[in-house]
């Protein structure tokens, strides 16, 4: 089990971005799950929560992740980070060539649900991803520049592996 000690955990969780953000602006980006009937509704990821690993059958070892774009438009530049906690290691998704159209709600908010993680690297090659503490981290550009980033702390599970 890689658990980080409590004040090490607590000052991570605490760092993390909250939806709205801190200086008032309408801009803000949060970290989910998808959920729902069909997997396509964003669940936001609670400070600490499961996030499970999947493999699809390919051997390659996957988190299926949810994106929220708030207050920056329909369509967006993606990139999302997620770092061991433990190590610092890290794996990343790169924005796509061009702004991708994401779903919007009435709320101004738009999401990007479901978005594939791979995990292979945030370990050495034989170590268990299970249990291990992650940070979650998204920026969304749109293509007019603008930006945010959000952040979000969980943990990986291998229960359905």
């Known amino acids: 089990m890689r658990l980080l000690p409590w004040p090490l955990f607590a000052a991570a969780l605490a760092s993390c971005s909250s939806p709205e953000p801190s200086d ?16 396509l509704d964003f669940i936001p990821l609670e400070p600490g ?3 499970t690993l999947q493999t699809f059958g390919q051997g390659g070892t996957h988190a299926l992740m949810a994106v929220r774009c708030i207050g920056l438009g329909s369509r967006m530049y993606v990139t999302v980070w997620m770092e061991n906690l433990e190590s610092g290691r890290q794996v990343s998704v790169p924005p796509a060539a061009q702004a991708r159209p994401l779903a919007c709600n009435d709320d101004g908010s738009c999401d990007l649900v479901p978005l594939l993680v791979m995990t292979g690297g945030l ?12 940070e979650v981290t998204a920026e969304c550009r749109n293509e007019d520049g603008e930006e945010a980033e959000g952040s979000q702390i969980g943990v990986l599970s291998t229960e359905e592996l």
């Open 49 to 51: 929560g499961t996030i």
């Open 24 to 39: 008032g602006s309408a801009q803000a980006v949060e970290i989910g799950l998808p959920g729902g009937e069909d997997d």
């Open 123 to 134: 370990v050495p090659t034989g170590e268990d991803l299970d249990e291990l503490q992650v």
